[in-house]
């Protein structure tokens, strides 16, 4: 048990600030009608112009070049959190590297420190210890403010649960986070996002009208909107079937071949990791096994 003097950032559990919790990034899909609060974060879901950052200038861009750096670029990070006179240790010296282009998939039991890592590389937190870079910016040390603009326009977040508004149509809810930061809204555009998603022609739908797996795409169109270049996905078959599992998988993949994404998801399930580049699996706040992805499952690094 290690003795260190608790602070607020400190004692939050990790249970509870991850991407799926956090009302900062929450917000990104309530108006403040619904949300009752400010929208401080200003959509940390996506939500900046396409000349403030981004992948690119347009969506679709029909088959990107690539250059494969990396976008995220994580040395030790530490993570310990408080819970009385406990210290957790939800990250103890990670190092990770995810590159333009590829799907690294989080493996882990709960409590192994999917969310916690997930929260650091999205710039939803700090780290206690180590270094980040993401998206060729170093973020280790800033504050809120400077970290929510790091992810304004450079990473789009897609959750478990849907968060779409029920009484906006399937257009209405991707173009959100423009609405919410008072950029104008380009139809066009948005109709180019949706059918990337496959979802062009239920543009005018209203979400009960949709599956559960339509549903995920248009958060996942919301996500793309401000075209960032990381995407990130925290456990987003929670609530899906099988198949429409797998489809969403493969809708990821495609995303990658077209645009040049980089895609870190979070899953419980081993058979839709595969599918990804590279499959990353934490214990204990340490990565302990990276495998390849794409069914080859074969091991390339093993620690303890």
């Given at each position: 048990m290690t003795s260190q003097q608790s602070s607020p950032a400190d004692s939050r559990d990790p249970a509870t600030t991850g991407p799926a919790h956090r009302?900062?990034?929450?917000?990104?899909?309530?108006?403040?009608?619904?949300?009752?609060?400010?929208?401080?974060?200003?959509?940390?879901?996506?939500?900046?112009?396409?000349?403030?950052?981004?992948?690119?200038?347009?969506?679709?861009?029909?088959?990107?070049?690539?250059?494969?750096?990396p976008v995220i670029i994580a040395r030790g990070l530490v993570r310990h959190y408080h819970r009385g006179s406990e210290t957790v240790r939800a990250l103890d010296g990670v190092d990770l590297d995810v590159r333009s282009g590829e799907m690294v998939a989080i493996l882990g039991p709960s409590g192994s420190g999917k969310?916690?890592?997930?929260?650091?590389?999205?710039?939803?937190?700090?780290?206690?210890?180590g270094t980040l870079t993401v998206a060729g910016r170093p973020v280790t040390g800033l504050g809120e403010e400077a970290l929510t603009a790091v992810r304004r326009g450079r990473i789009g977040f897609v959750f478990q649960k849907f968060h779409l508004l029920p009484a906006l149509t399937v257009a209405e809810n991707v173009e959100l986070p423009q609405l919410f930061l008072e950029q104008p809204i380009d139809r066009a555009h948005t109709l180019e996002v949706l059918r990337a998603v496959d979802l062009e022609n239920r543009a005018t739908h209203l979400p009960r009208e949709l599956s559960g797996g339509q549903m995920q795409r248009v958060a996942v169109a919301r996500a793309l909107i401000t075209r960032p270049a990381i995407l990130i996905a925290d456990e987003p078959t929670g609530n899906l079937d099988r198949a429409n599992g797998e489809a969403l998988f493969a809708l990821f993949r495609r995303l990658i071949a077209q645009e040049g994404l980089a895609v870190v998801v979070t899953?419980?399930?081993?058979?839709?990791?595969e599918q990804?580049?590279?499959?990353?699996?934490?214990?204990?706040?340490?990565?302990?096994?990276?495998?390849?992805?794409?069914?080859?499952?074969?091991?390339?690094?093993?620690g303890g």
């Open positions: 009302s900062d990034v929450l917000e990104a899909a309530l108006p403040p009608a619904v949300s009752g609060a400010t929208l401080s974060s200003a959509v940390a879901a996506g939500g900046v112009p396409a000349s403030t950052g981004g992948s690119g200038a347009g969506f679709p861009h029909g088959g990107p070049t690539v250059d494969r750096s969310t916690t890592l997930i929260n650091l590389l999205s710039c939803l937190d700090a780290p206690d210890a899953t419980h399930n081993h058979h839709l990791a990804a580049d590279r499959i990353i699996t934490l214990e204990d706040g340490r990565i302990v096994r990276e495998e390849r992805g794409c069914g080859v499952g074969e091991r390339v690094t093993e």
